[in-house]
């Protein structure tokens, strides 16, 4: 499973890709990056290599259930605190706050909750079916490149928008500490201009944010559409709604939900 360093080498990676990566970003339009080296746009998308490599493995072989429960968001946009929220949410029972055991005390949620396109990228063989259910997971991939098992099941989605400029904001420092030597120069005014473009990884950003608001009107009872803003103000208020949305899936064995 990936680790928080792999996890930011599957963002900035360029390392040797498959032939079939290779003969895929031959075809596709590329842009030099300001986060990475170069971004390859696949179905309307801009990917990195080393993630869009993750998913096409993803799309090939991933087999949602419906007791699955998906957490789905653009780069920096509190992925690490959703994480940290459901996967406290999902395991209440079996780790109480007053335990003292619970594993996010020395454990980073990366650890906890694989990442589907990273996990993809680095075990294209990973044995996604052994993990318990509900099984419960994270991605940024958009909407229209979902693998088909996720759009036909009935697993569960949990999207979180954070507003454009705090995400910029985060990303830019995310990629000072982290860029790659190639990119290390890019002044933040080219930055600012092709994060507009929807150039970074996912982006554009109103297209990955617009497609699960959409799917959340369309069909609610399957994706949960909330903003980092939200969890910041009004905390309880929206983990509740992810309780309510995900209360199947947490109580499939016919349990009932307590306090």
Partial sequence: ???????????????????????????????????????????????????????????????????????????????????????????????????????????????????????????????????????????HIPLLSLPESVKSSSCKIVYCCRTPKDMFVSLWHFRKKLAPEETADCPIEKAIEAFCQGKFTSGPFWDHVLEYWHASLENPNKVLFVTYEELKKQTGDTIKKIADTTRKQRYSDGRSDGK
């Fill in 1 to 139: 499973m990936s680790t928080p360093s792999s996890v930011v080498n599957d963002y900035l990676g360029s390392e040797d890709p498959t032939q079939e990566t290779r003969d895929l970003i031959s075809s596709l339009p590329s842009e030099k990056g300001w986060l990475v080296s170069h971004l390859y746009q696949f179905q309307g998308r801009w990917h990195t290599q080393a993630l869009l490599q993750g998913l096409l493995e993803c799309q090939k072989h991933f087999e949602a259930k419906d007791s699955d429960i998906i957490l789905v968001t653009n780069p920096k946009s509190g992925t690490t605190w959703l994480k940290a929220l459901v996967f406290s949410l999902l395991n209440r029972h079996k780790f109480p706050v007053s335990s003292g055991n619970h594993p996010l005390l020395d454990t980073n949620p990366h650890l906890l909750i694989p990442f589907l396109e990273g996990v993809y990228h680095e075990f294209p063989d990973f044995d996604f079916p052994k993990l318990p259910s509900p099984r419960l997971m994270n991605t």
